[in-house]
């Protein structure tokens, strides 16, 4: 019995030795591995993050305390996921107050050794030698990969010592979509309207130059109405009374850019913009801005039960009457020329009678008057002709056939049809919102563009086309239709797109003043300035069907695994 038990303390002795011995070995191995999962576990904490975002971040992470390291001369620990065999062309740029700082590349062997290399190569830059220990801690990290064909695989330090996220033709890439992340936006969105607001006259910038950081000198009458109607429909969602302070302030200047001159040509109309330098109003009356301009009148109206809102409205709707040819159709605009004449253009725009149309209708349903009917009839019967004749997609004078003044048509004859009540327009707001869902791109593949309408290639078509889709799906709704969601959906698939190019924390790297850009939705990938009503149209369309919105994840489109993408890059 003594002697069996000596054996089994011997063999356990054995076992624990070899134990020992192994792990001994290989702690190079286990221990960073260990490290790694306690980081990501640590820093992480409460998100489920993917293997292509695990391997993001540990980039990330490892190229961030190379880069602090390097300061103290020191050597950053290299994960062990990262010793990758390869020839690994890879990039790292540094970014410091929305400059790049310091850039650096390196092909070689082992992926953490390029990684390394790249970055010690960014930090030698020339343009890095005012970075030093502490600034450092504030830089961000752009990694690229290179395959073939020029190739990327890109990704970007969200905040400094955050995560990594994907980057596409340096275009932060929006994979999931969820109520809170549009929630977050209407409430960035708002934040980002206030600021275009000019503290002095009240009047609103058309665009953001968000780049440059930079305004251009004047204030536009269209931007400012259409941002007050934004905010109004905030000032609902939130109910609360923190806006209504700016609202009144920006109506007045509103109301200031309004032509009161009786006799005088334009009476009536409002002034398309206001010079902040020479402080004089821009001599042109166009149809569009007033037609806009009345919409956010009569919902200013409704709030406040003020009638003044209502009689700017209608001295406008009265100048728009004198502004529509014979056949319903609208002239453009009223400008004074250089050689001191007045002139209209009467090449007919197809969004300019929509909106008008639009405006003839609510202005009517507020006051009942008849002319403002009849005006509105002839508007919808020339549309109605037209769809007839050449279908829902329609071009005009300005533009070949397009999704923008199409869709004007659908939202015209809806605020057309809630008047008359002629099924005969109920049916051609229907028809021609089928024909849209049919022209959103759905490709899964390309990412960039998965949920943009076709043709329309700026944020703010994309979101004006989302906002009407919205208005269809109530419509719809209200009518007792079979299948509303499918109005829904292209929205949820426009949304995804619309905050893929909003400016965000994450997205501002290279900007010198981020804080002001938060929340601007930029024009496209290839133009990077923001335009008031691209803010605007998406916030609207937001606030159309948010209530509507399941808690939780609403659209999601995979990434390729990996390790497939790592392959492809491995060379």
Not at 189 to 206: P, Q, S, T, V
Not at 513 to 530: H, L, S, T
Request: hydrophobic residues 35%; glycine residues 6%; charged residues 30%.
């Amino acid at each position: 019995m003594f002697n069996m038990r000596k054996k089994i303390i011997f063999a356990v002795l054995v076992v624990f030795f070899i134990v020992l011995v192994v792990g001994a070995a290989s702690y190079k191995v286990w221990l960073p591995r260990l490290a790694d999962i306690v980081y990501f576990k640590n820093a992480n904490s409460q998100k489920d993050y993917s293997e292509n975002d695990r391997f993001r971040n540990q980039v990330i992470k490892f190229v961030r305390e190379t880069a602090e390291k390097h300061f103290e001369n020191k050597k950053a620990r290299r994960p062990a996921d990262l010793e990758m065999e390869g020839n690994w062309e890879v990039s790292v740029t540094a970014y410091y107050q929305g400059e790049i700082k310091g850039y650096g590349d390196k092909i070689i062997g082992i992926l953490a050794s390029a990684l390394e290399e790249a970055t010690k190569n960014a930090l030698r830059d020339e343009r890095a030698k005012n970075l030093d220990k502490k600034n450092i801690k504030e830089a961000r990290f752009l990694v690229k990969f290179l395959g073939p064909e020029n190739q990327l695989f890109s990704f970007i330090e969200t905040i400094p010592g955050a995560e990594g996220k994907e980057l596409i033709d340096d275009l932060l890439v929006i994979r999931n979509l969820d109520k809170e992340l549009i929630k977050e936006k209407i409430k960035q969105g708002k934040e980002y309207l206030l600021r275009m607001i000019d503290e002095n006259e009240n009047g609103a910038h058309k665009y953001y130059y968000a780049v440059n950081d930079s305004f251009e000198n004047r204030l536009h009458t269209i931007y400012t109405s259409s941002l007050i109607y934004t905010l109004l429909k905030i000032h609902n969602f939130e109910k609360n009374d923190s806006l209504l302070e700016q609202i009144f302030k920006s109506a007045e200047f509103v109301f200031s850019m309004q032509n009161k001159e009786k006799g005088k040509k334009g009476y009536g109309a409002f002034y398309y913009s206001y010079f902040l330098d020479s402080k004089e109003k821009e001599k042109k009356f166009v149809v569009g801005t007033t037609a806009k301009t009345i919409f956010t009148l009569l919902e200013l109206y409704k709030l406040t039960g003020d009638s003044k809102y209502l009689e700017s409205a209608e001295l406008g709707a009265d100048w728009l009457i004198t502004m529509q040819k014979p056949d319903g159709s609208m002239k453009s605009y009223l400008r004074y020329s250089d050689d001191g004449k007045w002139v209209s253009n009467t090449k007919e725009s197809l969004l300019y009678n929509g909106q008008v149309l639009s405006a003839f209708s609510r202005i009517y349903d507020a006051t009942k008057k008849e002319e403002y009917y009849e005006a509105a009839k002839k508007i919808a019967e020339n549309f109605t002709q037209k769809i007839e004749k050449e279908g829902c997609y329609l071009g005009d004078d300005y533009r070949t056939k397009n999704p923008i003044s199409s869709s004007w048509a659908v939202m015209s004859l809806l605020d057309f049809y809630k008047i008359s009540r002629e099924q005969s327009y109920k049916d051609i707001i229907f028809k021609c919102s089928e024909e849209f869902l049919g022209r959103q791109i759905i490709n899964s593949d390309d990412i960039l563009d998965n949920g943009r309408w076709q043709e329309s290639y700026s944020t703010s078509g994309n979101g004006w086309i989302s906002e009407v889709m919205g208005e269809v799906y109530k419509f719809c709704k209200e009518q007792g239709g079979n299948d509303c969601d499918k109005y829904k959906n292209a929205m949820i698939k426009a949304f995804r797109l619309l905050i893929q190019n909003t400016y965000s924390e994450e997205n501002t790297y290279f900007l010198k003043n981020p804080e002001m850009a938060k929340g601007g939705v930029f024009w496209n990938r290839d133009n990077r300035y923001i335009r008031t009503d691209s803010v605007c149209h998406g916030l609207n369309a937001y606030l159309g069907i948010i209530d509507d919105l399941e808690e939780g994840v609403v659209l999601s489109i995979p990434e390729k695994p990996i390790k497939e993408i790592l392959e492809e890059f491995k060379k």
